[in-house]
């Protein structure tokens, strides 16, 4: 009796502290070419869920109703529902270089980042549909930030 008793509670407490990581981190699968050579489609990234991002980090998003559209090449960009992975590149209160990216769809160059957003591009430019094509990433979209890459899984 004891020993089921053990055996509960420690599958209690496994499902616990189970629940409580999910709460905190994502795996998610890289979808295109956006952010090559370091994350490539088909890889994996350790996700955790924060609000807050800083310049230089990777983070994950939703997609706004108006970032959906073209990439710029005739293929289709982002749909709404969808979760994005692009680099930080400017954060609140940051000025954005008159020369800042081009194209400037958005006309965002030479403005100061407004409270609460993000300004976001994917690491290999000529394919990214980012910032430059949307303007401003509002913070209450983010759904956290890259941690780190997971390897390729094993074939068994």
Same mark, same amino acid.
């Given at each position: ?79 709404? $529902?969808?979760?994005?992975?692009? *680099?930080? /590149?400017? %954060?609140?209160?940051?000025? &954005? =270089? #008159?020369?800042? +990216? ?32 949307? $303007?401003?990433?509002?913070?209450? *979209?983010? /759904?956290? %930030?890259?941690?780190?890459? &997971? =390897? #390729?899984?094993? +074939?068994?």
């Amino acid at each position: 009796m004891t020993l089921a008793r053990s055996a509960a509670g420690t599958l209690m407490a496994a499902g616990l502290l189970a629940l409580a990581v999910r709460r905190v981190l994502i795996v998610t699968t890289v979808d295109g070419a956006s952010m090559e050579p370091g994350l490539r489609s088909g890889g994996r990234v350790l996700v955790r869920r924060t609000r807050r991002a800083r310049r230089g980090q990777v983070v994950l998003f939703w997609a706004a109703d108006g970032q959906d559209g073209t990439d710029g090449n005739g293929r289709p960009a982002a749909r709404r $529902g969808t979760l994005l992975l692009k *680099r930080v /590149v400017a %954060v609140q209160g940051d000025t &954005l =270089p #008159a020369d800042w +990216a081009d194209p400037d769809v958005e006309g965002i160059a030479g403005t100061t980042v407004p409270r609460g957003s993000l300004v976001v591009l994917g690491d290999n430019r000529p394919t990214s549909w980012d910032s430059r094509h949307y $303007g401003y990433v509002s913070g209450d *979209r983010l /759904v956290g %930030v890259v941690i780190s890459p &997971l =390897p #390729a899984p094993t +074939a068994r």
